[in-house]
């Protein structure tokens, strides 16, 4: 059989994909770099598990209290040795990126510190971990303060407010490197490296903390690599390479990830405990995995982003810019663009493709939203998902995609939508 004809068994017909066909040609330079960026993380990832001796000793479960847990303590070595830190922290417990972070800051901060986002307003479920928008047990609560600098216009650093804005209290900033669901652009490593450098000038003994979600493997070198003190982020996106059924990490120096250790457990246990109750294979999996996959989350963004633009939408990253995360967005100036984009996502999906996702109202949002998630492991980002809330611009964020093929038909499915709709004509 042709694969023209399984296509087309799947519901794509043959305008869409000669259409896509047509972009993917034109995108084979983007994908080679891409694919130079993955060899080179594979290997990065490969070298730490070989130094450490990694053995299938280290996938037996443990429970109860986790003592002397082999197989977490070399997977904490190899997250070390990856991100070049002198410690890490990975472990089922920390629930989500949202408790990783929390749990970084909190660890970190005492009462009377103050904590400084020099990138402008840090992603939405932070806002109640530090107490912007106030909640029960909120940094705020115990009497750690907030100072907030944002973005120039232009998306570059307000140096001058930046230097204004460190003050005795100053302890901890954090930095965002993934735009989130925002329209700033998203840091490239390079960039927080300066960042940095000019913080770490005014006070040296500042703690910077990368909030590394979605950011983990696109680039050869991590913010760990440039000066961070620790770099946060969750094993149900990029490191945990769609194996992880959970997890978090924190990893960065001996002195905050034992910090971060006592609070995640408690004072006095800290890193010895913490059953690991067998899903360590899938994090040891997963982390070696995690480059090739977070390459198709890509290839899948760089596709997305030139399908739309040549058929006019707005697309943010633009199809030829330089990229620092998996997120795309694209702009449909129009609900139902949102909502049959969503429904392609949906119907690609290998699980629940059989559901139609509606616009509905979520807790923590302002408006309806859309979700198309048809993943192995619930609310898993680095599986080709979609949403979109439907307000103006009406704008649709999409990333993941374990494998590029399936990205492909992921996105040739929306344009197939679309076209159905009557939302494009090719
Ligand atoms: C996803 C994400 C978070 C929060 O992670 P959850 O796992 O959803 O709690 C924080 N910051 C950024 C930039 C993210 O993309």
């Known amino acids: 059989m042709k694969t023209e004809q399984l296509y087309r068994e799947l519901g794509i017909d043959s305008d869409v994909l000669l259409f896509g066909q047509e972009i993917e040609q ?34 037996a479960a443990t429970s109860g209290y986790g003592y002397n847990d082999l197989g977490r303590e070399t997977l904490e070595r190899v997250y070390a040795d990856t991100f070049h830190t002198q410690a890490a922290l990975v472990r089922p417990q920390i629930t989500c990126g949202t408790h990783a972070l929390g749990v970084a800051l909190s660890a970190n901060l005492r009462p009377g510190d103050e904590l400084l986002s020099p990138v402008g307003k840090p992603y939405d479920t932070l806002e109640e971990v530090i107490g912007i928008r106030p909640s029960m047990g909120s940094l705020a609560e115990y009497g750690v303060t907030y100072r907030q600098v944002d ?63 979605y950011g983990e493997f696109v680039e050869r070198i991590e913010p760990s690599d440039v000066g961070a003190d620790m770099v946060v982020g969750s094993l149900i996106k990029n ?7 959970v997890g978090g990490y924190i990893a960065g120096t001996e002195a905050c990830i ?28 997963g982390f070696f995995q995690a480059p090739a996959v977070v390459g198709s989350a890509l290839k899948s963004a760089v596709f997305a982003a030139n399908i739309y633009e040549r058929l006019g939408f707005d697309v943010l990253p633009d199809g030829s810019e330089s990229r620092h995360d998996i997120i795309q967005a694209v702009t449909f100036h129009k609900p139902e663009g949102v909502i ?41 980002s680095i599986e080709l998902s979609a949403d979109g809330p439907i307000k103006p611009p009406y704008s649709v964020y999409f990333q993941g995609g374990l494998t590029w093929p399936h990205g492909k038909f992921g996105i040739l499915k929306s344009l197939q939508k679309m076209k159905e709709a009557g939302l494009v004509t090719l």
């Open 26 to 59: 034109s995108l084979k330079k983007r994908f080679a770099v891409i694919d130079e960026t993955v060899e080179y993380n594979q290997l990065k990832v490969l070298q730490a598990m070989q130094k450490n001796k990694v053995s299938d000793v280290h996938f």
């Open 151 to 213: 973005l120039e216009e232009d998306g570059s650093f307000a140096y001058d407010k930046i230097k204004e804005a460190v003050n005795e209290r100053t302890k901890v900033i954090t930095i965002q490197r993934s735009k989130g669901y925002q329209t700033r652009p998203t840091l490239s490593v390079d960039r927080i490296r300066e960042l940095i450098a000019f913080v770490k000038k005014i006070k040296p003994e500042v703690i910077c903390m990368v909030d590394n979600c």
């Open 239 to 245: 490191p945990g390479g769609g194996l992880a059924p």
């Open 258 to 285: 034992e910090q971060a250790a006592y609070r995640l457990s408690t004072p006095g246990l800290g890193k010895e405990v913490g059953a690991t109750l067998g899903v360590m294979q899938s994090f040891f999996q």
């Open 340 to 380: 049959a984009f969503c429904r392609g996502i949906q119907a690609a999906a290998p699980v629940d493709s059989f559901v139609v996702p509606e616009p509905w109202a979520m807790p923590g949002y302002d408006s309806d939203v859309i979700m198309a998630a048809g993943a192995f492991v619930q609310g898993s």
